[in-house]
Structure formats: structure tokens, C-alpha cells
């Protein structure tokens, strides 16, 4: 209960800084980084729809292909995700018309207009979830082609709203909107890897009773322990690997300072980690 809570809370936060990017920063300046907000902007350009109606009908459409191609449970953390995103966009243009961009610095509502939506969708694609829009057709392409990272297939999806943007604004709008793809692209992948980011650790010890107790009791993980010698005084001493979350890590170097354990540690940081109580194989 508590669990999904937290998860849907974060499904919300995420939800919420995508609106407030695409609202207030790129719908208003007219960018086109792909996806189905860049499409709006479009769509708002050439005909008398908003660009909020627009993505709420397109949202609603692409959810149907997610069912069918992704999974229920993508697709309902997706729906809901997507119908929030909708609200949140129609609530922000009843409250908040704009007529035109929020300041006269165009390269920093670039900035947010970049970084706030896909800072959301990657914690979205970390939870197994999407915004909706082209979210969905690059998932599909992602677990169809077997692309390792879906930073890749939005890329290729969000290229076409792109080239069709080419053909409505000027040359300005779009070497912004190409710059903030290439941008997008890397920045979502970057953001993913860092969240899931985790750090492998060796720790030589002399005993390594009290490290092993600890990470297994403690901190609820296991560990391979060898024996090895040591090169220069040719003492016994034992070899204990873990892999941890970053937090882990920070509870398990500060036990051994505070206890004065003899050892020596070596942590490095590492994202595909798979296996029990990590990401699925």
C-alpha cells in the first residue's frame, strides 16, 4: 500500500514537471523537440485547435496502442500518467494564458523547456511508465527492436516531428528544436543512469565476519566472500563483494569507520545491474 503510494506520488511530481516544461517553455516558443507536444505546437500553428486539446486527443489514442503492445501494467500506469498530463495542461491555460513567452531570454527557456520534461520522463521510464504521445510508439520500438536504451528510440520517433516542424516555423525554431532533440535524447538516457546508478563494492578485511553480518542484516543484501594473501606481509585476509544502492554504500563505509573494522575499501559505480532485489533480467 505504502509502496504504491510512494509510486504514484512520484508518477505525479514527474507528470508535474513535464507540464510546467512543456507549458510554460515550449509550447509558448514555439520548439519542436518530437514527441506529441512538439506536434501540438504544430498542430496550434495550422489550425484553430490549442495545443492542449490537441495532445489530449492524441495522449488518449496512442494509450490504445499501448495496451496492445506494451503491457496492461505499462499502459495503466501510462493512462494515468497521460490523463494527468491533459488536466494538468488544460488547468495551467485557464489559470495561466500566455500570449506569448514568460521572459525575453529565449536560450533560457530553452533551457527548461529541455531539461524540465525530460528530467520527467526519465524518472516516468524509471517507474515503467510514460507521459503517453510518442512515449509509447518508442517503447514499442525499443522492446521490438531490442534497443538497450530508450533515450535511442525516441530519437528516431521525435526526428520526424522534427522534420515536419522544418516545414511551419522558421529557421530559428528550428535549429532550437534540432539542438534541444540532440539534447533530449542524451539528457533522458543520462538522467535514467544516474537514477538507477549503484555501486559495486570490495572490501579487504582481515575477519570479514562483521562486514558480511552487516550487509546481510543491515542492509537486507548479500555478498561472495574469497580468501586471498596479502602481497606485501603475506597475511591471510578475505575479499568480500557486494553490490549496493548509492545509499547502501554510504551506511556500509560509515559502519566500518565508526566501528574501526580493519579494512580497506574499493567502491565503483555501475547502472545495468540485474538480479535479485535489482532490475529484472
Known amino acids: 500500500m505504502v509502496k504504491g503510494l510512494r509510486r504514484y506520488g512520484l508518477l505525479t511530481l514527474a507528470v508535474f514537471v513535464i507540464a510546467v516544461g512543456d507549458y510554460f517553455f515550449l509550447f509558448p516558443n514555439q520548439f519542436c523537440f518530437g514527441g506529441v507536444a512538439g506536434l501540438s505546437t504544430i498542430v496550434a500553428r495550422v489550425t484553430p485547435l490549442t495545443a492542449s486539446e490537441f495532445a489530449s486527443a492524441a495522449n ?24 494527468l ?19 525575453d531570454q529565449p536560450m533560457l527557456e530553452f533551457i527548461l523547456a529541455v531539461s524540465l520534461p525530460s528530467a520527467g520522463s526519465a524518472l516516468l521510464f524509471h517507474l515503467g511508465a510514460s507521459s503517453g504521445g510518442t512515449d509509447i510508439p518508442a517503447m514499442i520500438l525499443k522492446k521490438y527492436a531490442h534497443l538497450q536504451n530508450i533515450g535511442v528510440a525516441l530519437f528516431w520517433i521525435d526526428l520526424v516531428m522534427v522534420g515536419i516542424a522544418a516545414l511551419v516555423f522558421d529557421l530559428r525554431t528550428i535549429l532550437y528544436s534540432a539542438v534541444g532533440l540532440a539534447v533530449k535524447t542524451f539528457l533522458i538516457d543520462d538522467i535514467i543512469g544516474s537514477i538507477t546508478m549503484c555501486k559495486s563494492v570490495m572490501v579487504v578485511c582481515g575477519d570479514a565476519g562483521p562486514v558480511c553480518d552487516y550487509i546481510t542484516r543491515a542492509l537486507g543484501r548479500s555478498a561472495t566472500v574469497s580468501s586471498a594473501k596479502g602481497a606485501y606481509t603475506g597475511a591471510e585476509q578475505s575479499i568480500v563483494f557486494t553490490t549496493l544502492t548509492r545509499r547502501q554504500a554510504k551506511q556500509l ?10 579494512a580497506f575499501i574499493t567502491m565503483s559505480s555501475t547502472v545495468d ?9
Open 60 to 83: 488518449l489514442i496512442l494509450l490504445l496502442a499501448a495496451f496492445v503492445f506494451v503491457g496492461r501494467e505499462f499502459a495503466m500506469t501510462t493512462a494515468f500518467a497521460s490523463v
Open 85 to 103: 498530463l491533459s488536466a494538468l495542461l488544460m488547468v495551467f491555460e485557464g489559470l495561466v494564458p500566455l500570449a506569448g513567452p514568460l521572459t
Open 253 to 262: 563505509r560509515l559502519y566500518i569507520r565508526q566501528n574501526a573494522l580493519p
Open 273 to 281: 545491474v540485474f538480479g535479485r532485489g535489482f532490475a529484472s533480467v
